[in-house]
């Protein structure tokens, strides 16, 4: 059975560079899980915001790792982290994706004492560094609407990372206007560049909530037809990822295929085709050859997510039952780790977390 390791053997993980990707992104996840269940435990938690907040600095980690600590910080919800987060997020010389997630990571935590911080990055960066900015923009519009909830009808909108963990029945994080709306309109309005962001985003999110194959597609057209904002095009990613629905796997193979898109749309992309709930043996077989071929990708964080999407290692070294060790593959890939409600075994769902995945009760 899979078990979970000592945390002391998960923060020697993260502090080691040299170690596997799929090993330091397990262990990520396990910190992020032990950090929530041992909350009141000052010890731990500090040990756990130590290494997470040093290692997120390290360069030696390379940007998709690093993007992964500042997301499992922001997820960890502790004002604690903001002031290594606003560090990272006022880095010009770091990279553009790692930036980003502190700043996703700051609106997450919800702290009023870095709105200064994210307004600051959006004047400095608009029109120089558009992803950037407007994630700046989405954080502390966030942070302002959560401050002051009675001065507008509208619900606060951020990254889908920012938010609950998905779950399509709940629809708090969409505008309620738009259950009037056709699920075609809403992707028209999600398509629509001369529509503010905000607004846009809403459409998204109703378009996840709302679920099924025709949202699902609507999502799709966002991803491969939208020319406007990298930004979007990566959290419409995101958002099949948590949708998981295999209908989804010819948009998100055509975003990973273009060589000129960003690498945080095309790392998403990796990431949530290796979500996707199949149904077949010949899906899952698709989607591992996908992955295997961008495995060699000249991006690196490209490559990367691609490596770890696959990733079936115990690198604990943990036994599993005799019954276990006559099944093919005793250890799911990184890829298959889902449906599985993290109360339960939170072992057995690292891109559920990534994706803010929850089963459904």
Request: aromatic share 6%.
């Amino acid at each position: 059975m899979w078990t979970v390791p000592p945390l002391k053997d998960v923060l020697a993980s993260l502090e080691n560079p040299e170690a596997p990707i799929g090993m330091r992104m397990r262990a990520a996840y396990f910190a992020k899980q032990m950090f929530t269940d041992n909350k009141d435990d000052a010890e731990k938690t500090e040990a756990i915001l130590k290494v997470l907040g040093t290692q997120v600095m390290n360069k030696a980690h390379g940007s998709l790792l690093r993007h992964e600590f500042a997301y499992v910080l922001g997820q960890m919800q502790t004002p604690r982290a903001c002031q290594i987060l606003e560090e990272l997020l006022q880095k010009e010389d770091d990279c553009v994706m790692v930036r980003h997630e502190a700043a996703e990571a700051l609106g997450a935590i919800g702290a009023p004492g870095s709105v200064k911080v994210l307004k600051t990055v959006y004047e400095d960066f608009t029109g120089k560094l558009d992803e950037l900015a407007d994630t700046c923009k989405l954080a502390y519009n966030r942070i302002e609407q959560q401050q002051n909830p009675d001065e507008s009808d509208s619900i606060a909108v951020g990254c889908a990372c920012m938010l609950a963990p998905y779950n399509s029945v709940d629809p708090a994080d969409a505008d309620p206007k738009h259950d009037g709306f056709s699920t075609k309109d809403l992707g028209n309005l999600l398509l629509d560049s001369s529509e503010d962001l905000l607004e846009r985003y809403r459409a998204m999110f109703s378009l996840r909530n709302r679920g099924g194959k025709d949202a699902v597609l609507e999502l799709c057209r966002a991803l491969v037809e939208d020319k406007s904002s990298p930004l979007l095009r990566h959290e419409v990613a995101f958002v099949l990822g948590q949708m998981q629905h295999p209908c989804s796997i010819d948009a998100l193979e055509t975003s990973l295929a273009r060589v000129e898109e960003h690498v945080m749309v095309r790392h998403e992309s990796a990431e949530a085709l290796g979500a996707i709930d199949v149904a077949s043996s010949e899906e899952w077989n698709r989607i591992e050859s996908i992955l295997k071929h961008y495995q060699q990708d000249a991006k690196l964080e490209v490559a990367e997510s691609c490596i770890v999407a696959l990733d079936a290692a115990d690198y604990w070294g943990h036994s599993n039952t005799a019954e276990d060790e006559e099944e093919e593959s005793t250890v799911p890939t990184f890829g298959q780790q889902k449906n599985t409600d993290p109360s339960v075994d939170m072992r057995k769902h690292v891109l559920d977390q990534h994706f803010n995945v929850q089963a459904a009760a």
